[in-house]
């Protein structure tokens, strides 16, 4: 502990401390349903099912979107080394209700526990990882210092650390430069955060494009895309994905003035909360639009102007079915919404200016050409209604598809770097 700084002893000697405290603070979240019932107890180091046979990858992130990120590389891994298994954690309640229904084979989710000694011992005794990845943002410097103790290979990929992030780090250097000097691999997804690395005096940190690019596209059933395909031919098909009340706004403007100009062009808005269709409903009919509701099984007739897709799980139909799409969320002030699913798939984008919770995929998409940006303001439609019209095309497609492939070949690469890691310390 002597080589550490004094910010890492002061926090080691604290983690006790918090140890006794913890129980009590999980007991108060529990009791204000911030917690589980059925999973809490992991957050102290309980496991709730039995370590699989065989090799296993434990990897971290700390909400649903970065957990769903992660899956290319864990494809890349199971890939090179077949029957891997893989322990995904995280931190947030909401990322454990969904994960469990997007797992890869062989992955299995518990809810990581607090940074306390005794937690994370019993963590570390049962799972008995052969490796540890965190990614994005979350960090603990005493589950990092324990894992490095046990002579378990650590990695920090995907890895992202905001202006703010930084700044706040930056009072606590030393902490952080500790935690990250026992990792033997960091990649840092953008040349920001590569920068904030170096200026840490991380100087093995490299540059590794988001792993987003690499997901396997979404699923569609393929009957039923034979189907619409054949229900909607002559058509000129658009998307809003993900959407709020002011995007709805803006493409329901957009698809009015699209169509009284090419009774050809179809809009298929997808609401971010399906549950939100009477109130959608009522916006097309005041804005004199003709739809279709998925969810009762409406038809699309010829003169139907909107498919309100009011539907669970089908994004990856729609975005089959589409020329171009706007990605919602990005007019609403709530930072946007994931814009990689409809790029996997070969479709340029449109958004608004509020992007901020990919902030780096939007510059690296409005760097390759593949995304156009929609002011927040009254020309919000005629822009939308403009980026339709003059449709990005087939190059535009083949743009896309090249990213993606760029970002599996690196994920492969990472892939192989991380097994690398593993058999080096046998």
């Given at each position: ?289 003709s739809f279709a509701q998925r969810s009762v099984g ?18 990856g139909l729609w975005y089959r079915l589409a020329e ?103």
């Amino acid at each position: 502990m002597n080589s550490f700084s004094l910010h890492m002893r002061l926090y080691l000697v604290l983690r006790p401390i918090f140890q006794v405290l913890a129980p009590g603070v999980l007991k108060r979240r529990l009791k204000a349903g911030k917690e589980d019932p059925e999973r809490f107890r992991e957050k102290m180091g309980e496991a709730t099912r039995a370590r699989p046979s065989g090799d296993l990858i434990w990897m971290h992130a700390v909400g649903l979107g970065e957990l769903l990120a992660l899956r290319p590389l864990i494809t890349a891994l199971q890939k090179h080394a077949p029957g891997l298994n893989v322990l995904l954690t995280s931190s947030a309640r909401s990322s454990a209700k969904v994960i469990g229904n997007n797992l890869p084979a062989n992955t299995y989710h518990q809810m990581l526990p607090l940074d306390a000694p005794k937690f994370f011992a019993q963590f570390l005794d049962h799972w008995r990882p052969d490796m540890s990845i965190w990614s994005e943002q979350d960090m603990w410097p005493g589950a990092v210092h324990d894992t490095a103790n046990r002579g378990i290979p650590l990695a920090y990929v995907n890895s992202r650390i905001s202006a703010a992030s930084h700044e706040k780090r930056g009072r606590i250097g030393g902490l952080y430069r500790d935690t990250y000097r026992l990792f033997d691999l960091i990649t840092a997804q953008d040349e920001r955060t590569l920068a904030h690395f170096h200026a840490l005096g991380i100087s093995s940190a490299r540059l590794v494009p988001s792993l987003k690019p690499a997901a396997e596209p979404l699923h569609a059933d393929v009957e039923e895309l034979a189907r619409l395909e054949r229900a909607l031919a002559g058509r000129r098909v658009w998307v809003a994905a993900s959407t709020h009340v002011e995007d709805e706004a803006a493409v329901i403007a957009a698809q009015a003035a699209l169509f009284a100009k090419d009774p050809s062009r179809l809009l298929i808005l997808t609401p971010r909360l399906p549950d939100r269709r009477s109130d959608i409903a009522q916006a097309l009919d005041a804005a004199g639009l003709s739809f279709a509701q998925r969810s009762v099984g409406d038809p699309v007739q010829g003169d139907t102007e909107v498919l309100l897709a009011d539907s669970f799980g089908e994004l990856g139909l729609w975005y089959r079915l589409a020329e171009t799409a706007f990605i919602g969320g990005s007019l609403s002030g709530v930072g946007g919404h994931n814009p990689w699913e409809a790029i996997c798939l070969g479709l340029p984008i449109m958004s608004g200016p509020d992007t901020q919770n990919f902030e780096t995929d939007y510059a690296v998409l409005q760097e390759a050409g593949l995304a156009s940006r929609v002011p927040k303001d009254g020309s919000s439609a005629q822009t939308i209604a403009h980026v339709v019209e003059n449709e990005l095309g087939s190059d535009m497609r083949e743009k896309a598809a090249a990213l993606v492939s760029n970002a599996r070949e690196e994920t492969d690469r990472l892939a192989r770097d991380l097994l690398n890691l593993t058999k080096a310390s046998q």
